[in-house]
């Protein structure tokens, strides 16, 4: 499976790639770097979200000690709607991770660049042939017969 890494250094090269094999990412690829751009900038704001929330949490405690019950009270409220925003930025984040991933699932691997354009293995070119191919002499099996016979 490709990575997102692999497509935000190697965007064209893979796109090129998969054209070799008559299948067209480019949409794909653009629609999962603009997913995975919104993901990172709500990663962000959840960091600077949480980051304010641990900074009020630690001004709660000083006022506590301090006996200034109500102006922690009011602190406490504030921490109350960070949490909620840090509750949907989750949420958002999950959502994101998961339509790039499913995304990401239905995108072949990119051949390597040796590899000739084709669209089956008809088109495949043969460069070079070790050896005689192995033949199944008449009283064996193929894996497959011997896997249904065990219940398998």
Known sequence: MLTI????????????????????????????LEWDIQRRKTQ???DD????SNALSKQIGGLMREGKKEEAEAIKA???DLKSESGELKDRMQ????QI???LCHIPNA???LVAAGRNADDNVETFRSGQAATLEHHKKP???????CGL
């Open 143 to 149: 894996h497959w017969e011997i896997a249904e016979e």
């Open 5 to 32: 890494q692999s497509l935000r250094d190697d965007k064209e090269r893979i796109i090129q790639a998969l054209d070799k094999r008559h299948f067209d990412a480019r949409g794909a690829i653009e629609e999962i």
């Open 78 to 80: 504030q921490t109350t």
């Open 111 to 113: 051949p390597h660049d």
């Open 49 to 52: 979200v949480l980051a304010q």
């Open 101 to 103: 991933f499913e995304a």
């Open 44 to 46: 962000a704001q959840l």
């Open 95 to 98: 959502s994101l991770e998961d």
